[in-house]
């Protein structure tokens, strides 16, 4: 099946915006057996559009184009679509109320031009748009004059908005996709998430051992990203599912204890559903991450059942006023230091009661840094009421790296901690 | 002039990583006034990368290509090229010196099909790769067989990871377009990032006034993205400059209040430089926003000398005994109160000293919602020591875009008070 994957917009061709769609689109349909074939981007201009589209669907079975949908005259994707296909364009009534509904439980008045996102070509499925005003659509290009032998492809419009876009896809597109355009065999697919190991760790560990498999056909895929390397395993056919499932059992032996989730899971979720089946609770304590773990942790649905406070204590005043710190800690050991790390983590959690406490402070850069402290030092503190363990790691990285990588390292020992593994 | 982005890589069709090259590209290009038509991605397959090539040389002045010059059985592009333009590869002594020098300085040995990398089309130029060892690659295609007219073109072949592209492009790649592809015109373009308008509010405001200048060529562009709309003015030619100047004042004068930054400026970035130059200090107190706005100040480096201390005050116990906001508060007016969010900053301004406090509460969702307080809801208080003031909007996102869109309207809230506009 060829797959053709068209992004609009003139900030991707002028550099002012990363291409997320591409990597997300792309990877939620290889996910479910559908790899694109090829990727293309075009500028807002109907001519770009039309003709992107046009070769696309000279020989691509599936086209789906990202923009262009919303209100504004850049939003060039619905009305050239239409004039290429010449097809016209009618006001949907369910599209209509979706945007009028839009700017009524946000009591804003509703500018008349956002009602241009109601129109759809003729004979398109409307795919309802959740989080905004623009829908998708959907239209079955039968018979296909842009195709010399004539076959049928599919057109996909989605909104440029990940959040509008996101849902759409994963919740209306992919069963669309299993009806009209079924995959010919079998195609299973598992990403098992890792942290706490390199990629050529991973790769040196299990890529041998899985070496009778992959020989026979099972795709084999890392993908490094800040804090986690991923694991990709996927094949076709009849035995798909039986394959990946011996697969997965020997990535399991090989480095289970670093597998913190599957496919879309986050760290921070697990860690939330761990402590919240078990009635847990948390307190935070952050002086270099400066809320980052916290801004992880609520990020999660029902994260209040666990997380009673946190404090952002980036000055020495704070973490003594506010957390006990004492002033001969501070004055002996330094800010960061094994000592104060200790103590902001039972400070908060002696302050709040919480089962677990944790605390990180080190130096984010890129200034800051002294021969004995250097850009990248961090102390990351776990109090449990037990005992209090304390992890010293080296995080050499430009500043809003550091605080992630740091926030990992911290929720990761957590996670570990509570799986005693 | 058209010029079309290739970018080659298997990787980026499963949505394994991120085409940052796109990016990084277009952007460094069209700063010198190249802007480009048109990307396209393809896997590492020689007849998918032919196949782009052949069509981009149809049609472009220019194609720039990334990847697949390495060593291994996946860099097929060279070969790929060399096939398409019907040229023999030759071994080029420079090259070869260069990749056989990148061993000797590592003290490791050459393995032999590294040597392949000195191979080049004949007469290509040969862009030197200080810092890996496939080079670049520049052909002039003269006359090109592609193009229906015949007009040359210039293909450039560029190696895969940024490192050696980067330097490449910057130091060899622009100078040589300067000299082959000279621009016909200047070209200017400048990016106005506003937030607490939507993108068909700014658009009503600012089109019709723009249009004298839009009808003689002014490009004028909308990229809304969660919290904040930019717009961009760019044109060509010998008025470029004073066009956009005239473009920026008459923006400026319609929704200038709105506008808090140029280019890559981020609100948080904009309000920690603002705060820094007049020696004022902030504190924070996150109910809803569980940490997100303390993580945005700290994403900036300096952001020591202005945040003092930050809350993330989940549970009503939190917010009695870290801030001081009274029970009966909490009793008469539940937690998601005006009455509440004022008594939280001011709790926070009193316990630090600071000049400034930030405090929000809300529902963040999915649950958590009443009638009379539904999901969206949020106060958001500034404490300034002579007055607390606080805004009700209605956020009715999904739980991380409500995060976010909440601390942006507080960041701005924060920025219009220290301008006072």
Redesign the interface.
């Known amino acids: 099946m060829n797959i053709e994957l068209i992004n609009t917009?003139?900030?991707?061709?002028?550099?002012?915006?990363?291409?997320?769609h591409?990597?997300?689109?792309?990877?939620?349909?290889?996910d479910h057996g559908y790899?694109?074939?090829?990727?293309?981007?075009?500028?807002?201009a109907g001519r770009?559009i039309q003709q992107?589209v046009r070769?696309a669907l000279s020989g691509a079975d599936l086209v789906i184009t990202t923009g262009g949908l919303?209100?504004?005259?850049?939003d060039l994707t619905r009305d050239g679509i239409a004039e290429l296909l010449g097809k016209k364009l009618r006001e949907d009534a369910k599209a209509l109320a979706n945007v009028e509904n839009f700017f009524a439980?946000?009591?804003?008045p509703m500018?008349e031009?956002?009602r241009v996102q109601a129109l759809v070509p003729e004979g398109a499925l409307v795919l309802h748009n959740q989080?905004g005003t623009a829908p998708g659509l959907a239209i079955e290009i039968r018979p296909n004059p842009f195709r010399s032998d004539g076959r049928a492809s599919w057109l996909i419009l989605l909104p440029?908005?990940p959040?509008e876009l996101q849902p759409m896809l994963s919740e209306q597109v992919i069963p669309l996709l299993r009806q009209k355009l079924p995959l010919e065999s079998a195609f299973v697919s598992r990403t098992l998430k890792t942290t706490g190991l390199g990629e050529s760790v991973v790769e040196e560990r299990i890529a041998a051992p899985l070496k009778h498999l992959t020989d026979a056909g099972l795709e084999l895929?890392?993908?490094a990203r800040t804090g986690d390397v991923?694991v990709?395993i996927a094949t076709r056919g009849a035995a798909a599912e039986k394959t990946v499932a011996e697969a997965e059992q020997i990535v399991r032996r090989l480095i289970g204890a670093h597998i913190f989730g599957e496919d879309d899971d986050t760290l921070e979720a697990v860690v939330v559903r761990l402590m919240t089946g078990r009635k847990q609770t948390l307190a935070?304590a952050?002086s270099c991450?400066?809320?980052?773990?916290?801004?992880r942790?609520?990020?999660v649905?029902?994260?209040?059942a666990v997380?009673?406070?946190?404090?952002?204590?980036?000055?020495n005043?704070?973490k003594q006023?506010?957390l006990g710190v004492a002033a001969e800690t501070l004055e002996e050991h330094g800010a960061v230091s094994e000592a104060v790390a200790r103590e902001l983590a039972e400070g908060a959690r002696r302050?709040?009661g919480s089962d677990f406490a944790l605390a990180v402070t080190g130096i984010?850069?890129?200034?800051g840094g002294t021969p004995d402290k250097p850009v990248g030092t961090v102390f990351i503190a776990l109090a449990t009421g037990r005992h209090t363990c304390v992890l010293n790691p080296m995080n050499r990285y430009d500043?809003?790296t550091f605080?992630y990588v740091t926030s990992q390292q911290a929720l990761e020992l957590l996670r570990r901690t509570l799986l005693n593994c």
């Open positions: 917009g003139s900030e991707l061709m002028l550099g002012r915006v990363l291409n997320t591409q990597q997300w689109i792309c990877r939620r349909l290889a790899v694109v074939t090829r990727q293309v981007s075009v500028a807002d770009d992107a070769e919303g209100p504004t005259s850049d439980i946000r009591k804003r500018p031009k956002t989080h440029g908005p959040r895929g890392y993908c991923e990709r935070l952050e991450t400066g809320g980052c773990i916290a801004n942790i609520t990020d649905p029902g994260a209040s997380l009673l406070a946190g404090w952002v204590t980036y000055s005043q704070a006023d506010f302050r709040t984010a850069g890129p200034t500043r809003g605080k």
